[in-house]
């Protein structure tokens, strides 16, 4: 069973996804600091570094946007040239152009930003200038694939480029029609105002917490989405009159007479206030250690209280396996991007080993954030990745300790 929530309050909104009673997946926007990946700004070039083969552009944030050369050639990579050109051959300072948000400031960096545009809509992510049709992996069916191949080739116009996404899965022909229909016109209307404006400038906005969670997260088989303020839950269900109109009796307007909150009325606090600790209990008695850092996160697999009943290997094997599913879970929940090393108890048997590695790879077919399991390493650490878009969530909670700067001891001598 899948719930969505979401709590408002005058500054901040919060998200969080219960699948079989489970938190897994949180996010939280402040309203004085909106999210700003999938913006798009018409920026002026400041620098052009031909060494790092990137050039900073002026957007109108505090930091200066940064731009690869890969962002700046054409998104197919049929179309681009047989010999990369370098940086200063295709921009120069003073040039001007449109850019789109694809990571946000993180670390004293600014933004990195694109030219490789996508506007995602409900059922399918408008690309203007891709030429490309994708299909997402999560939609198996070969029939199923081609049928929105085909329908997707004959409603894009020349040049234009779409994915379909998950939730296309069995959708109509008008259902996708529809959609790109309004994410062109969005697309033009950008390009009109680029036309009309002297860098730097906002062009365009992603939509705001509320409407990304319903229209990234809510399908046919979620129960319910709970929404604790009426002005956000009329906007939810405006969003899925015009967009799927079958959902739209699955919004409910949470009110609790005896003044309980949402998250604490469903456990979400609680399951929230576990799940940042640095010491995560699993079912079985064993835990994981979990360590984070500017350059990775570090988990560590301990058995802990449990002994098992039958032999050493059984026992380890069997809290490998709970700490993978955790694992794959808290990765989603704490929005954890970048490299991640898992330490599991050392295994015996290959067999075992893959096992492990195949449970992992199975639980983060759920995340919606590209997550890859790039296997064992030579000393037997798990190696993973996981794209890093935006600041985790926990940074949204903590601050480093202003005694122990982070380090989590103090000197006493």
């Known amino acids: 069973m899948k719930q969505l929530f979401i709590h408002c309050s005058h500054n901040v909104t919060q998200s969080a996804l219960l699948e079989d009673g489970k938190l897994t997946e949180f996010a939280i926007e402040r309203t004085e600091g909106t999210s700003l990946i999938g913006n798009l700004y018409k920026g002026r ?6 060494g790092m083969q990137a050039a900073f552009v002026d957007i109108g944030l505090a930091k200066n946007a ?18 990369k050109p ?20 993180l670390g004293g960096k600014g933004a990195r930003v694109t030219t490789h545009f996508s506007i995602p809509g409900r059922w399918l992510v408008y690309m203007p200038e891709a030429d490309y049709i994708g299909i997402s992996k999560k939609i198996e069916q070969d029939t199923e694939r081609l049928r929105l191949k085909n329908l997707a080739e004959s409603i894009r116009e020349e040049g234009e480029g779409v994915i379909l996404r998950t939730n296309a899965e069995g959708e109509s022909r008008e259902s996708l029609e529809e959609d790109l229909h309004l994410l062109r016109r969005s697309w033009n209307g950008i390009v009109s105002r680029s036309q009309a404006s002297t860098a730097p400038a906002e062009l365009h906005r992603d939509a705001g917490l509320v409407e990304r969670m319903v229209r990234d997260v809510i399908t046919p088989d979620t129960e319910e989405l709970i929404i ?68 990775l996160t570090v ?84 190696e993973m990745t996981r794209k890093k878009a ?18 989590g001891k103090i000197y006493v001598r």
């Open 228 to 295: 604790d303020d009426e002005v956000s839950a009329q906007a939810a269900r405006a969003y899925l009159t015009q967009t799927a109109p079958a959902l739209v009796s699955k919004v409910q307007l949470y009110r609790d007479a005896n003044a309980k909150s949402l998250f604490d009325k469903y456990g979400i606090k609680e399951q929230l206030d576990i799940a940042f600790q640095s010491r995560i209990w699993l079912p079985s008695g064993g835990y994981l250690v979990w360590e984070q850092t500017e350059a």
């Open 86 to 105: 370098a940086i200063n051959e295709l921009l120069k300072p003073g040039d001007e152009l449109l850019v789109q948000i694809m990571k946000e400031p």
């Open 390 to 407: 935006r600041d985790n969530a926990m940074n949204y909670f903590y601050e480093t300790c202003a005694a122990c700067k982070g380090k």
């Open 299 to 382: 988990i560590d697999v301990n058995t802990g209280k449990y002994t098992g009943s039958i032999d050493l290997e059984e026992t380890v094997f069997q809290t490998n396996k709970e700490a993978a599913d955790e694992v794959a879970r808290l990765l989603r929940l704490r929005d954890v991007g970048g490299i991640i090393i898992v330490d599991f108890i050392d295994m015996e048997t290959e067999e075992h080993r893959h096992q492990i590695q195949q449970q992992l790879e199975l639980r983060i077919k759920r995340d919606r954030t590209k997550c890859q399991v790039v296997g064992w390493t030579r000393l037997s650490l798990m």
């Open 45 to 50: 070039v400041v620098n052009v570094l031909p």
């Open 66 to 83: 940064f731009l690869y050369v890969d962002d700046v050639l054409h998104p197919h990579l049929d179309k681009q040239p047989k010999e």
